[in-house]
């Protein structure tokens, strides 16, 4: 029975622990994505350089503003004749005809609308362009995201509660003579209590352990399949990312189901 009770408690914070990962990995996904969604901003045409550049203050201090990268109209002209092959077709075209602009990177993509919003106040900027659409899909996949991993560990943790419940049960049950034999010669509840509760306390912490080091165990060959297909697009990222949650977290969860399970199941032949 002590042996069932720490396979369900390993293979419940194996599951857990997977879809846990799975969010943090998509979440890292998204953030990426989401940091080249960035807002432009384009400065009016009578505004000088100078003038331009010292707005950058001004941008940063705006809430949601992570970073605001200032790109003359040189740079602009630059950047866009090096995505054609042949340049010699805007040999006649001088960079007067871009403007100046700031690339604004925001803090949550969530709120790329009223961060667009607030920056047409500023005077030298004469218009705002970004993709709401994209932005509006990033954030909803991550709501779908992590929606999906609430209710799947949600799930798991009450089957796993009711089965770990019903193996401490069990084996309670094997034990019952015995507390009925403790009562019958004057032994307190608590004297009574105390060994199944280190007992649970053991099997927790060791059954928690276990799947600790099992899921960093997998985790790594998971990294390291994903780092030899050089895909590119798409890494894990490292465990220690999460290392120090997934720790207490499961030392939580397994003291927490190994001492209340004992509890729960002693007090039934504790009323003697």
């Not at 053991?202 to 899921?215: E, H, P, Q, R, V």
Request: include cysteine.
């Amino acid at each position: 029975m002590s042996f069932a009770s720490i396979c369900v408690i390993v293979a419940f914070l194996l599951i857990v622990g997977i879809f846990i990962l799975l969010a943090v990995n998509i979440n890292v996904l998204v953030d990426e994505l989401a940091s080249d969604n960035i807002i432009l901003a384009y400065v009016h045409e009578n505004v000088p350089e100078s003038e331009a550049m010292a707005i950058e203050h001004t941008l940063r201090s705006m809430p949601n503003v992570e970073r605001a990268v200032f790109i003359s109209r040189e740079e602009a002209f630059s950047r866009f004749i090096d995505r054609y092959e042949d340049q010699d077709r805007f040999k006649d075209i001088d960079a007067s005809v871009f403007r100046h602009r700031y690339a604004i990177h925001v803090e949550d993509v969530a709120l790329l609308a009223d961060t667009q919003q607030a920056l047409r106040y500023v005077p030298e900027l004469a218009d705002i362009s970004a993709n709401l659409t994209i932005a509006r899909f990033l954030v909803n996949v991550r709501n779908i995201v992590y929606l999906i991993c609430v209710i799947i560990v949600a799930v798991l943790l009450a089957i796993s509660l009711f089965i770990m419940s019903n193996t401490i049960k069990l084996a309670t049950f094997e034990r019952r003579e015995e507390i009925a034999i403790m009562k019958m010669v004057g032994a307190t509840n608590s004297f009574i209590r105390w060994p199944f509760i280190v007992e649970g306390f053991i099997l927790g912490i060791t059954g928690s352990l276990i799947a600790y080091l099992a899921l960093m165990g997998l985790y790594g060959l998971a990294v390291n399949w994903f780092a030899a297909l050089e895909a590119g697009l798409f890494y894990l990222v490292n465990f220690s990312y999460i290392s120090v949650f997934l720790f207490i977290l499961f030392t939580g969860i397994g003291f927490g189901v190994g001492v209340g399970g004992s509890g729960l199941a002693l007090n039934r032949y504790l009323k003697v």
